[in-house]
């Protein structure tokens, strides 16, 4: 399995402003995914991050809000801007091992609070 | 309608007591079934991986896919105080996108 990092692993922001997490992925893949994990909900996908090309959304999410970064195959951020209280979620970055077939793993999250 | 339904439970069971767990879903393109156990605070675990209709066996868990009933199961026997987790299924988008259609999850409860 794949080594995911994420940074932070949690964070209590202020309403308008805009925070950052970084994943970082111990081996090189091509696909990176960003989730969001609202509470008690499931995982949504946000967006998929590939290296070299602009990310692809989801519906209901927008580049805007939520501008993602792929610099290289083992790095990526997702910025949540402008938050309000309704941001407040776990944000998951998500890797597939490039095997041909769906397999994806998890880092641990980070956990954003919007006050 | 959600693509893939999962009851949320809690589902409580005592140590030993084989636990089912199960997903319906309404797309039959979706290609590969898969369940993550979930700790609090912690990300998704990859458990199993199926493919095709049947049983695929790994240790005390069993995945069972059921494609023309559009249903999957999670089996856990022997169960542990340690298998108390979220257990969310998930299921592979048509296309080779990566993308992943999850369930609500289901929080289990294994009591000793």
């Known amino acids: 399995s794949a080594v995911i990092s994420q940074k932070p692993s949690r964070d209590i922001c202020q309403r308008g402003t805009s925070l950052t997490i970084q994943c970082q992925v111990d081996s090189q893949v091509t696909m990176m995914f960003w989730y969001r994990q609202q509470p008690g909900q499931s995982l949504t996908l946000i967006a998929t991050a590939n290296q070299g090309s602009e990310a692809t959304y989801e519906s209901g999410f927008v580049i805007d809000k939520f501008p993602i970064s792929r610099p290289n195959l083992t790095f990526s951020t997702l910025t949540v801007s402008n938050m309000s209280p309704e941001d407040s979620s776990i944000y998951l970055c998500s890797v597939d091992r490039d095997r041909g077939i769906t397999e994806a793993f998890f880092g641990q999250g980070t956990r954003l609070t919007v006050v | 309608q959600k693509e893939v339904e999962q009851d949320p439970g809690p589902l409580s069971v005592p140590e030993g007591a084989i636990v089912s767990l199960n997903c319906t879903y309404s797309n039959s393109a979706f290609q590969y079934f898969m369940w993550y156990r979930q700790y609090s605070r912690k990300g998704p675990e990859l458990l199993m991986y199926t493919y095709s209709s049947g049983n695929k066996e790994d240790g005390r868990f069993t995945a069972q896919v059921d494609k023309s009933s559009k249903y999957i199961s999670l089996f856990i026997r022997d169960s542990q105080p340690s298998d108390s987790a979220t257990y969310l299924c998930?299921?592979?988008?048509?296309?080779?996108?990566?993308?992943?259609?999850f369930g609500q999850g289901t929080t289990l409860q294994v009591k000793p």
């Open positions: 998930a299921m592979s988008a048509p296309g080779n996108t990566g993308k992943l259609i």
